[in-house]
């Protein structure tokens, strides 16, 4: 319980920081979000009142206390640029977000778990050789590049996928068939998807790998095999399924990384999710829209890295820190 109670007291100390932060940050920006809404036509009374609806004539201690007492409420005010509440907004791109990531997150891991548990049934072989360069090679490229290469290689020189978007407009006018919109939007889906399973797999097939290594030299696989059952059960039904634990850790924490690292590949890509939306709202000096991308990116890791200490103090019992 003690454990329990350190982790929770840092975790608040943590977010705390991480409200300060962007709060402070966002502030230090150079440009005046007032021009969004403010017309030089308007009388200096008019403008008044708009910058005070929206708390930006207040001393900046003013603005952190109501900036700090909004959030704890719920209440993270409305877009700039949108002129929209926030939330609203974030919903709609965070939907947008698990699209796109949930089922690269399940694909990649599927892919890395499969090959990792063959690399540790064939070690030593050409094979995992060749599995363990690919994988670390598509591992350490840079998100950006890999995407603009794809984006050049299978949309302007062969076109067989959009070069970006979520959707092409056209095809999803009313009268539109739900199959149809449901192509066209698995259309705008794969290279994205596929940038994201090449650069994610290789973590849950070396994890998997070793998990299995380990697994593999235990008594109890040796016990197995002594009783004369096949190779593919004892690889699938004892080692694999015992090795599996480290993978799904790291499975739970790559959906919330990959809600935190979806900045780039939503760029590079023009996808309209949470991590395009906090690149927009930045440039845009939107501080509102901003400040809540980043805090829902923030807090997700955060919780997600909680989550995995419990998981760990509670699955190993001599973990305590």
């Known amino acids: 319980m003690g454990y329990l109670v350190n982790r929770l007291i840092m975790t608040v100390i943590t977010l705390f920081v991480i409200l300060t932060v962007t709060f402070t940050m966002f502030r230090l920006m150079p440009g005046d979000p007032s021009v969004f809404f403010i017309s030089p036509q308007m009388s200096t009374e008019t403008i008044a009142r708009i910058k005070a609806q929206f708390g930006l004539d207040q001393p900046i201690h003013k603005q952190f206390t109501n900036y700090l007492g909004s959030?704890?409420?719920?209440?993270f005010g409305h877009s700039f640029f949108y002129k929209r509440?926030?939330?609203?907004?974030?919903?709609?791109?965070?939907?947008?977000?698990?699209?796109?990531?949930l089922p690269a997150a399940i694909i990649s891991y599927l892919v890395g778990v499969g090959l990792g548990r063959y690399m540790a049934w064939k070690r030593g072989g050409t094979s995992e050789r060749v599995l363990i360069f690919t994988g670390l090679s598509f591992w350490t490229f840079f998100v950006p590049w890999l995407g603009l290469l794809m984006i050049w290689v299978l949309s302007y020189k062969f076109g067989l996928f959009p070069v970006g978007g979520m959707i092409t407009p056209d095809k999803w006018l009313p009268g539109s068939t739900l199959l149809g919109r449901a192509l066209d939007l698995l259309h705008h889906l794969v290279s994205p998807l596929v940038c994201y399973v090449l650069t994610w797999f290789a973590g849950n097939m070396l994890i998997m790998r070793n998990s299995m290594l380990e697994t593999i030299g235990e008594d109890y696989i040796l016990t197995v095999r002594a009783k004369g059952l096949s190779e593919r059960?004892?690889?699938?039904?004892?080692?694999?399924?015992?090795?599996?634990?480290?993978?799904?850790?790291?499975?739970?924490m790559s959906i919330a990384y990959s809600i935190g690292g979806c900045v780039l590949l939503e760029t590079v890509f023009s996808w309209p999710g949470i991590g395009?939306?906090?690149?927009?709202?930045?440039?845009?000096?939107?501080?509102?829209?901003?400040?809540?991308?980043?805090?829902?990116?923030?807090?997700?890791?955060?919780?997600?890295?909680?989550?995995?200490?419990?998981?760990?103090?509670?699955?190993?019992?001599?973990?305590?820190?």
């Not at 919903?91 to 698990?98: C, H, Q, W």
């Not at 829209?289 to 019992?317: E, G, H, K």
Request: aromatic share 8%.
């Open 85 to 101: 509440p926030v939330l609203e907004v974030i919903g709609e791109r965070l939907l947008n977000t698990i699209v796109l990531f």
């Open 276 to 321: 395009r939306t906090m690149v927009d709202s930045v440039l845009l000096r939107d501080y509102p829209l901003a400040q809540a991308s980043f805090i829902l990116i923030a807090t997700v890791v955060l919780v997600a890295n909680l989550i995995t200490d419990i998981l760990y103090a509670y699955l190993d019992p001599r973990i305590r820190y």
């Open 233 to 252: 059960k004892i690889r699938n039904k004892h080692a694999a399924r015992n090795a599996i634990l480290p993978v799904v850790t790291a499975f739970s």
């Open 71 to 75: 959030i704890l409420h719920g209440n």
